[in-house]
Structures are given as C-alpha cells and as structure tokens.
Nanobody
Framework: QVQLVESGGGLVQAGGSLRLSCAAS????????MGWFRQAPGKEREFVAA????????HYADSVKGRFTISRDDAKNTVYLQMSSLKPEDTALYYC????????????????WGQGTQVTVSS
C-alpha cells in the first residue's frame, strides 16, 4: 500500500505561482510513475501532468504546458507540481496518484490516490 498526502494548495491571484507537494509513505515512490490530476466543480477529473519512473520523461496536458512543471525527489519520497502563471480556470481540487502501469495520462492506470489539495485562483 502507498499512502499519498498532498499539500501546498491555497488561494492565489491570477498570474501567481504555487508549488504542490505529494508525500508518500508505505512504499518507495521510485517504483511508480506519478501523476497529478484535477477536478473543478461540476467537471470530471482530468489529467494535468505525469512523470515516469526515475524521471525518464514528463507529460503535460495542453492546458498547462509551459506553465506547470512536475518533478520528483525519490530520496524524499515526494513529487512536486510547480504551477506558474496561474489562471482562474486552474481552480480545482488537485490530486496526486501513483501508477505501476505505462500509460500515465489515463486515470484507470493509477493504483493509489491522495485526498487532494484545493487550489483557487482569483481573477
């Protein structure tokens, strides 16, 4: 079992930045691909970003490409999402997740999920 706990969310003005963290316990994250997803009120949960095992590659949704950066520190068992140039449409509950499968943009690929951290971007 892997337990994931997100932190770093909050209220920020448009154009601002936030860094989300996802701390894991139970098993080493180095064995997993990691992803961030988000769910806005009234919408389905959507893929945001993912990073493969040992940081071989990263993947981003078109809506965040160039603004968000995913990274991992396996020594700290933590994954990060640096968010810059935030927009009101980035407002959502952000989840991190761990996957033992190859396709990291697909929610069903993920084995473990955190509870989420709220990000609110004011205009």
């Amino acid at each position: 079992q892997v337990q994931l706990v997100e932190s770093g969310g909050g209220l920020v003005q448009a154009g601002g930045s936030l860094r989300l963290s996802c701390a894991a316990s139970g098993r080493a994250l180095s064995n997993y691909g990691m992803g961030w997803f988000r769910q806005a009120p009234g919408k389905e949960r959507e893929f945001v970003a993912a990073i493969t095992w040992i940081s071989i590659s990263t993947h981003y949704a078109d809506s965040v490409k160039g603004r968000f950066t995913i990274s991992r520190d396996d020594a700290k068992n933590t994954v990060y999402l640096q968010m810059s140039s935030l927009k009101p449409e980035d407002t959502a509950l952000y989840y991190c997740a761990a996957s033992s499968r190859a396709r990291l943009d697909f929610q069903d690929s993920y084995d473990y999920w955190g509870q989420g951290t709220q990000v609110t971007v004011s205009s």
